[in-house]
C-alpha cells in the first residue's frame, strides 16, 4: 500500500469556531441592498418581519471573523469535518498530469453542503422566540435540509417546492416528511400570489423566484414565522465558509502549499462562496495563487450571460433588491435535472468577487456534466448531485490540458444517490444537451 494518504479526515476539535465573511477583505465594498419599494439602503428594522436579528445582523456584518455558536458547532461534529480526498483513480482514468483533489460535502445527513446553513438559521430563529420556518425548495436539497435542521431546533417547517421537481422527485416530498416538514408544489393555492401566478401561468413548471414570494407571503404575515432562504444571501455564504476553512487545513495536510485551480458549481453561489472565500483571502494577501472558476449551468447562465444590476430575489418582487448578475427575476429556466442550480441570480457576494475579477465563470451543458459526473463515480465510487458535475465537468477540462504538477481542486457539495433518474435518462441517451 503506498504512504501517500488518499484522504484527510481531520479531527472534530479542527471544526472551524468562526465563520469568515469576505466582506472585510474586498479590496472595494460590495454594493448595499435596497428597499423593494423605496430604493433606499436597507436598514436592520427592515428585515425583521422575515429575519431573527441574529442573522440580519450576520446579513449587514462587515466582521471578517464571526464565532460560531457551541450549540451549531456541536451539531456540525454529526458529519463536519467533511472529508478531502486525492483522487488517485480518476487522475489515472484521465490520464492527467495534475493532482487532483475534492472536498466531499455529499457525506452530511442529507447528502449536501445546505446542512451548514440551515442549521445555524434554525438555531438563530429558536433563539429569537421564532417557532415556524417557510421556506422555498427547488430540487429538494434546501427544503430537506432545513426540515432537518428545524427538527433538531424544535420548530415547525412549511416548504413550497418548485412544481417541477415537486412532481417529478416526490422521494424528495418524503423525505422532507420524514424530518417532519410540511411541502406543497408552488405555484400552490395556498398563497395569494400563488393563486395568481396559476391563474396567469396555468402550464408553469414553477421557479424557485415563485416558491420564494410564496414562502415570505406566509412569513410575513405570521409574527411566530421567520422565512429563510438556502443560498444567495450574504449569511447563507458565511456558513458555509466552514468548508473552505477545513479545505485550506487539508490542502496542507496532503503537503501541497498551493492549489492552483479550484471549482466549484454555482447556482446561488452558497457552496461556490463556502469554499473559495477562503482561499481568495490566500490570493488577497499573497499566500497562494489559486484560480477559481464558477461552474453554472448553460440553462441558467446568470454570470457569464446576465447582466450586473439591481434585481429581486424573487418573481413577485417582494424581497429587497440585490445588485448580482441576473437573468431577470421572471426567468424560468427548462426544467434540467440539477434543479438546484436553477436561480435567475448570482449571491451578490460571488457577484462582486466576478465583477472584481477575483473569481471567473464557465457555462456547462447537462451532457457534458453528467459525463463527468459517470467518469467520477466509475473511478472514485462516489455518484455526485447533479449540480456537483457541473464542477466535475470544469476540473476535467482543464486536468485535460494540465502542466505536469498541477494541483485541482474540486468542491463536490453533495451526492447524487437522489438524482439517479437523472443519471438514467443520461444513459439512455434520453436527456437533453441543455
Ligand atoms: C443547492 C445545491 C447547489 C446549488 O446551490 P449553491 O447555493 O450554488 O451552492 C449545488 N449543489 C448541491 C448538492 C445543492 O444541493
Redesign the pocket.
Known amino acids: 500500500m503506498s504512504d501517500k494518504p488518499y484522504k484527510v479526515i481531520l479531527p472534530e476539535s479542527e471544526i472551524p469556531t468562526h465563520w469568515y465573511n469576505i466582506v472585510a477583505d474586498f479590496p472595494t465594498p460590495p454594493a448595499p441592498p435596497l428597499h423593494p419599494a423605496t430604493d433606499e439602503p436597507l436598514g436592520p428594522d427592515d428585515l425583521a418581519a422575515l429575519f431573527p436579528m441574529g442573522l440580519i445582523m450576520q446579513e449587514a456584518s462587515a466582521e471578517r471573523w464571526i464565532e460560531i455558536p457551541e450549540e451549531v458547532r456541536e451539531i456540525y461534529r454529526i458529519w463536519r469535518p467533511t472529508p478531502m480526498y486525492r483522487a488517485y483513480r480518476l487522475e489515472q482514468a484521465l490520464g492527467t498530469k495534475a493532482r487532483i483533489y475534492y472536498k466531499y460535502?455529499g457525506i452530511s445527513p442529507v447528502?449536501?453542503?445546505?446542512a451548514n446553513s440551515s442549521v445555524p438559521q434554525a438555531y438563530f430563529n429558536k433563539i429569537a422566540g421564532r417557532t415556524r420556518l417557510t421556506t422555498e425548495t427547488?430540487?429538494g436539497?434546501?427544503g430537506a435540509a432545513l426540515a432537518f435542521a428545524a427538527e433538531v431546533f424544535g420548530l415547525k417547517c412549511d416548504i413550497w417546492q418548485v412544481r417541477s421537481s415537486f412532481e417529478g422527485k416526490p422521494y424528495r416530498h418524503a423525505e422532507m416528511s420524514v424530518y417532519g416538514a410540511w411541502s406543497i408544489g408552488s405555484p400552490s393555492e395556498t398563497t395569494e400570489i400563488g393563486r395568481k401566478l396559476r391563474e396567469q401561468f396555468p402550464d408553469t413548471s414553477g421557479s424557485l423566484g415563485m416558491a420564494i414570494s410564496e414562502a415570505i407571503e406566509v412569513a410575513a404575515q405570521d409574527p411566530n414565522a421567520s422565512y429563510s432562504l438556502?443560498?444567495?444571501l450574504n449569511h447563507?455564504l458565511l456558513h458555509q465558509t466552514v468548508i473552505g476553512q477545513e479545505a485550506l487545513k487539508q490542502i496542507a495536510a496532503f503537503e501541497e502549499p498551493q492549489v492552483d485551480y479550484l471549482f466549484a458549481?454555482?447556482?446561488?453561489?452558497?457552496?461556490?462562496g463556502g469554499i473559495s472565500f477562503p482561499f481568495i483571502r490566500e490570493n488577497l494577501e499573497g499566500r497562494q495563487n489559486v484560480k477559481i472558476t464558477a461552474c453554472e449551468p448553460a440553462a441558467a447562465p446568470s454570470l457569464t450571460q446576465g447582466e450586473f444590476r439591481y434585481d429581486f430575489g424573487d418573481t413577485a418582487g417582494m424581497t429587497p433588491k440585490l445588485k448580482m448578475y441576473t437573468l431577470g427575476a421572471d426567468f424560468v429556466p427548462d426544467p434540467v435535472h440539477a434543479g438546484?442550480?436553477r436561480y435567475h441570480g448570482m449571491?451578490p457576494l460571488v457577484s462582486h468577487a466576478y465583477h472584481e475579477g477575483l473569481i471567473s465563470a464557465i457555462a456547462v451543458k447537462q451532457r457534458e456534466a453528467f459525463e463527468a459526473g459517470i467518469i467520477f463515480a466509475r473511478a472514485e465510487g462516489i455518484i455526485p448531485?447533479s449540480?456537483?458535475n457541473h464542477a466535475i465537468a470544469g476540473a476535467l477540462r482543464q486536468a485535460k490540458v494540465a502542466q505536469d504538477g498541477e494541483v485541482i481542486l474540486i468542491g463536490i457539495?453533495?451526492n447524487g444517490l437522489l438524482d439517479l433518474p437523472a443519471y438514467t435518462d443520461y444513459l439512455d441517451g434520453t436527456m437533453l444537451d441543455a
Not at 447528502?111 to 445546505?114: I, L, M, R, V, Y
Not at 458549481?265 to 461556490?272: E, K, M, V
Open positions: 460535502e447528502g449536501s453542503h445546505k427547488g430540487a436539497q434546501w438556502g443560498s444567495v447563507v458549481c454555482a447556482g446561488g453561489g452558497s457552496n461556490l438546484g442550480l449571491a448531485a449540480e456537483s457539495s453533495g
